[in-house]
Nanobody
C-alpha cells in the first residue's frame, strides 16, 4: 500500500502563512482524489480541501479565499494564507482511489501535522 507523509506544519502568528505538503510513497495507482482534513480538540474531523484527478477542487466554506490546494504527481500541497486561530488543528492528508462505482477500495491517511495559529 501507499504511505502518505505530511510536512510543513508549525506555529504561526494570525495573518501568517504556511504551506503543507503530502508526499505519497510506494506503489501508486488508481488515486482518484487527494485532500486535506483537519481535526481540532473536541471537534470532528472535517474536510478542508480536496482535488480530484481531473483537477476538480472543493474547499470548506471556512477556508475559501484563504487556502489553495494543488497537486503535482505524487504530492499534494495546501497553501494556507491569512491564518486564523480557529485554523489551529492537526491536519491530515488523505488519498482515495480505485473507485468501484459505489465506493473506494483505498482510503489512505497520513499521520497528521500540527498547525498552531497564535500570537
Amino acid at each position: 500500500q501507499v504511505q502518505l507523509v505530511e510536512s510543513g506544519g508549525g506555529l504561526v502568528q494570525p495573518g501568517g502563512s504556511l504551506r503543507l505538503s503530502c508526499a505519497a510513497s510506494g506503489s501508486i495507482g488508481g488515486i482518484n482524489r487527494m485532500g486535506w482534513y483537519r481535526q481540532a480538540p473536541g471537534l470532528e474531523r472535517e474536510l478542508v480541501a480536496a482535488i480530484s484527478i481531473g483537477r476538480i477542487i472543493n474547499y470548506a466554506e471556512s477556508v475559501k479565499g484563504r487556502f489553495t490546494i494543488s497537486r503535482d504527481k505524487n504530492t499534494v500541497y495546501l497553501q494556507m494564507n491569512s491564518l486564523k486561530p480557529e485554523d489551529t488543528a492537526v491536519y491530515y492528508c488523505n488519498a482515495k482511489g480505485d473507485w468501484t462505482g459505489t465506493s473506494y477500495r483505498h482510503d489512505l491517511w497520513g499521520q497528521g501535522t500540527q498547525v498552531t495559529v497564535s500570537a
